[in-house]
């Protein structure tokens, strides 16, 4: 079967930094994401890496080993307003999104 | 822009009723699905649209129907409501359907 494991919940202190990681094992693979989700709303689209290596954008970077099936997500100087739950999906041979549960992220001052 | 809008935003259901979920997009994207959200697990595909005229079956498409009459429009429909659909219901669209996905604000369902 297909699946997305990441951790249920972290807890980080603000202006730190956090990893948060996903393994998959799929069927196939044609990229992977990261989404944001705040309590109450949607998610929102953060990353997507194909290829192997650190993809950065801001405060945020995500990182991706197709051959270990693993990826992580870094936030880097954290704030309050990055208290939210954070989604991996992969991308599998016939292009449908598989979800892992989501990690909750709660931030601390 | 709205983007992706859903009708809607929360409704109490009693079971055996028939509930359309609505869910109107104005970015014109080709590829339009149907998620379910519950605690614990991750995003349940149930019903997805590559373009206007078909619809393909999610993970868990038992229980619910779609249409896709133009590009727009992407109706979620329960035919006979059941406790276990109780759910958070969020639709998403993307240019194709190899595309980033984006999701409109979600329908809270409560089967009672």
């Known amino acids: 079967g297909q699946n997305i494991d990441q951790p249920t919940e972290m807890t980080a202190t603000e202006g730190a930094i956090v990893q948060i990681n996903c393994t998959y094992q799929t069927s196939g693979f044609n990229g992977l994401f990261w989404y944001q989700q705040h309590a109450g709303e949607a998610p929102t689209f953060l990353s997507y890496?194909?290829l192997d290596g650190l993809e950065e954008k801001g405060r945020f970077s995500s990182f991706l080993s197709r051959s270990k099936g693993y990826s992580y997500l870094l936030l880097k100087e954290l704030q309050m307003k990055d208290s939210a739950s954070y989604l991996c999906a992969v991308r599998d041979q016939d292009y449908q999104l598989i979800w892992g549960a989501g990690t909750k992220l709660i931030i601390k001052p | 822009i709205a983007g992706i809008t859903q009708a809607p935003t929360s409704q109490i259901l009693a079971a055996g009723r028939r509930m359309t979920l609505r869910c109107t997009q104005d970015?014109?994207?080709?590829?339009m699905y149907w998620y379910r959200q519950d605690l614990g697990l991750g995003l349940r595909l149930i019903h997805y649209?590559?373009?206007?005229?078909?619809?393909g079956k999610g993970e868990v498409p038992d229980g619910y129907s779609v249409s896709r009459a133009n590009t727009d429009d992407f109706p979620l429909t329960l035919a006979s409501a059941v406790p276990s659909q109780t759910s958070v219901y969020f639709c998403?669209?993307?240019?194709?359907?190899?595309?980033?996905?984006?999701f409109g604000p979600g329908t809270r369902l409560t089967v009672l």
């Open positions: 649209s590559n373009t206007a005229g078909t619809t």
């Open positions: 998403a669209n993307s240019v194709d359907g190899t595309d980033t996905q984006y």
């Open positions: 970015m014109r994207h080709n590829a």
């Open positions: 890496n194909v």
